[in-house]
């Protein structure tokens, strides 16, 4: 069986597809921007995509729920389509690929020794190495062939929480025993993308950044890339400025809500969550989940599955956030849980007296700042 080998440059492929030169320096405009390059980039990128040949990219999903391809194929900068047919060769993805069975395997196998330290490997989901038979694919156990894919691969994307580190099938009890993708790739150039799902717009980043300079982006001590991961969440946050000002909705539908303030006390965890999320945000820049009026869950963060949704400050601290200022996070987040559960119940016990409740009712309630 004949497989469609990576040939030519990047910008040949762009070229031969109709895209004009114009078009072109706009793409690379574009991805230093996605990138958070200095102005005047674009230009540096459009001569590296001039040299740079098309990669065969293989991409394995273990135990995942196609949510990361689902979020990738929504991806505005560069575009899914772009991505595949002009800057790379996706020779293998189970859910995209038009082979199937003995023909599938075949490509793939065919894809990893034409390329052979060259190619990229993409893998999402966990792997069940506790109980291997839970996940196989063509009969082969996920850990098999990851470590048949990863000894000739150029670099190893983890792509989403589940193979960042471990996500919802990881979470206790864990019965299938599933280990990260960091846990078996250890010789190989490893960058996590982390997300339930990741941000479109981050993965096609990453790929971009490799197709530009030819190396993964310089990451932070989880392996996930700092252009994207570097900032919380928080920091960039639209609400920030109520935050500071000490403006809380204290209830996802009472008036601080209905004006924008900042979901902090309702066990927000934008504060020690890593993530573009307030910057690149979904569906093509639309929103992302704060503006839409709900909490951050801290989806990118190590086993946020374990560590709960709102109210559970102790899970706290996550990631890179740890000794004093984990501890101050973390002792912020009860506040705030206190707080707000202790106006909630000062509101029943009003609305069962047919009392009113006063600000400085409120402002005395357990753990209130004075």
């Known amino acids: 069986m004949e497989v469609a080998i990576a040939k030519g440059t990047v910008y040949e492929a762009l070229r031969a597809g109709g895209m004009s030169r114009r078009a072109f320096l706009q793409a690379c405009a574009a991805i230093g921007a996605a990138l958070a390059l200095p102005p005047g980039s674009g230009r540096a990128i459009a001569q590296a995509l001039t040299r740079t040949p098309r990669p065969s990219v293989i991409w394995l999903s273990f135990q995942e729920c196609t949510g990361c391809t689902e979020s990738l194929s929504r991806a505005h900068a560069p575009t899914l389509e772009s991505l595949i047919f002009d800057m790379i060769s996706l020779d293998y993805h189970h859910t995209l690929q038009a082979a199937a069975g003995a023909a599938a395997e075949e490509a793939r196998r065919e894809a990893m020794a034409a390329n052979h330290d060259h190619y990229l490997l993409i893998v999402d989901g966990s792997l069940p190495v506790g109980q291997p038979a839970y996940s196989t694919i063509a009969g082969i156990s996920n850990l098999a062939m990851l470590q048949e894919a990863a000894a000739g691969a150029a670099a190893v994307i983890a792509v989403g929480s589940c193979a960042a580190f471990g996500g919802l099938p990881g979470a206790a009890p864990n019965p299938t025993g599933a280990v990260p993708i960091s846990a078996v790739?250890?010789?190989?150039?490893?960058?996590?993308?982390?997300?339930?799902?990741?941000?479109?717009?981050?993965?096609?980043?990453?790929?971009?950044?490799?197709?530009?300079?030819?190396?993964?982006?310089?990451?932070?001590?989880?392996?996930?890339?700092?252009?994207?991961?570097?900032?919380?969440?928080?920091?960039?946050?639209?609400?920030?400025?109520?935050?500071?000002?000490?403006?809380?909705?204290?209830?996802?539908?009472?008036?601080?809500?209905?004006?924008?303030?900042?979901?902090?006390?309702?066990?927000?965890?934008?504060?020690?969550?890593?993530?573009?999320?307030?910057?690149?945000?979904?569906?093509?820049?639309?929103?992302?989940?704060?503006?839409?009026?709900?909490?951050?869950?801290?989806?990118?963060?190590?086993?946020?599955?374990?560590?709960?949704?709102?109210?559970?400050?102790?899970?706290?601290?996550?990631?890179?956030?740890?000794?004093?200022?984990?501890?101050?996070?973390?002792?912020?987040?009860?506040?705030?849980t206190a707080m707000a559960v202790a106006n909630r119940k000062k509101r029943a016990a009003a609305k069962r007296a047919h009392q009113p409740i006063t600000v400085a009712d409120l402002e005395k309630s357990p753990g209130a700042q004075p």
Request: with cysteine; aromatic share 12%.
């Open 185 to 336: 790739v250890r010789n190989r150039p490893l960058v996590t993308l982390p997300g339930c799902p990741p941000i479109g717009a981050v993965i096609a980043g990453t790929l971009a950044h490799f197709l530009t300079f030819g190396r993964l982006p310089e990451c932070d001590p989880l392996g996930r890339p700092r252009v994207f991961y570097g900032e919380t969440i928080h920091d960039r946050c639209y609400r920030r400025p109520f935050y500071d000002r000490g403006l809380f909705a204290d209830t996802f539908d009472d008036e601080g809500a209905r004006q924008g303030w900042c979901l902090y006390k309702l066990g927000c965890k934008g504060p020690t969550t890593y993530n573009a999320c307030a910057t690149l945000k979904w569906n093509g820049g639309v929103s992302f989940p704060i503006q839409s009026g709900h909490g951050c869950l801290g989806c990118s963060q190590p086993d946020f599955w374990d560590g709960g949704g709102f109210y559970r400050a102790a899970a706290l601290p996550f990631g890179p956030l740890t000794g004093t200022a984990g501890i101050a996070a973390a002792a912020g987040l009860a506040t705030g």
